[in-house]
């Protein structure tokens, strides 16, 4: 028989055995669970940060063409008539190309849709240099730097005209319309509290202090409409006219503004104050008008033709005459 002893030896032996094994196993289990659990870390993602904008620059109107100086100041010239009933009042500006600035003069224009009104474009100063921000249609008016282009743009809003449902108003305190061409007019006196100056542009040295409104920038969330067709080619018949360059002009255009987009000479072209506009030129060939030199060529040819310079027959030739009359008869006979 086994002794105490040995009995109590092959005891503690089973149980360390046990130990052992249950240890290993515990060791097993939290090495899987952490092969289980471990992932790889996720790779770094570089986010840029947002760009950040001038205060005075309205939400998504971009500038169309930078220069290192500013725009000269605005001419003054009188509105030319509304040549008919649905054309829209867009000021003139100071635009900028290869030779510098130049004057696009001011112009009525028909608008792209019902319901839409012009915002102005402007010039701005930011970062050291003057950028334009282009002009565009939309419900409701916009900023426009604060200059005070006049006839209803003051700096803030527009007050020379309506749409009244389908049709258009014009008010006659600001705006040149014949009442007896145009019907839909109103007249309402317009308080200007805004400094009257002719500087053309916002921000720097000398320029208008203007940030937009709450409700100039709602204005330039809204959906826009660019410039019609119209309007673009008056602005390129501006840049290739001469003498609508401000070296050329001094700033004071001859053609300061336009009764209809493009038309540059004739009725309804005045020029700034102290200046003539210049006079109409000939049309197109095929024209019924033509320029006063040219009118003058046809009455000429006229009143020298053969049957009108032909010499009468001396006194005492008649009954010479009437022996030719009577030998031409016998012959046709």
Sequence with gaps: ???????????????????????????????????????????????AAPAVTAEVAAPGVEVAVTASEPPPPLPEYTQPPCPEEGYLWTPGYW??????YY?????WVQP?????????????????????????????????????YGYGFGGVGFVGGRWDGGHYSYNTAVNNVSTTNIHNTYNQTVINNVTINKVSYNGGAGGVAAVPTAQEKAAA????????????????????NPALSAKANGGHPAIAATARPGTFTGPGVVGARGVVAPPAKSP???????????????????????????????????????KHEAEDAGKSR
């Design 1 to 47: 028989m086994m002794s105490l002893s040995n009995r109590r030896y092959v005891l503690l032996s089973i149980q360390a055995s046990k130990l052992a094994a249950l240890s290993a196993a515990t060791l097993l289990g939290a090495c899987a669970v952490q092969t289980r659990v471990y992932t790889p870390p996720p790779p770094r993602v570089y986010v």
């Design 95 to 100: 635009h900028y190309g290869s030779a510098g």
């Design 103 to 107: 004057w696009v003069p001011g112009t």
């Design 112 to 148: 792209p849709r019902v319901g839409v009104v012009w915002t102005p474009g402007y010039w701005g100063f930011s970062a050291g240099v003057y950028g334009f921000h282009p002009g565009y249609w939309g419900p409701h008016v916009g900023f426009y730097g604060g200059v005070n």
């Design 221 to 240: 969330q809204e959906p826009h409409v660019a410039p019609t067709a119209a309007q673009t080619a008056h602005i390129q018949e501006a840049g290739r």
């Design 284 to 322: 197109n060939a095929g024209q019924p008008h033509t320029a006063p030199g040219q009118a003058a060529k046809p009455k000429p040819q006229v009143v020298a033709a053969k049957p009108q310079v032909q010499k009468p027959h001396p006194k005492g030739d008649s009954d010479r005459d009437k």
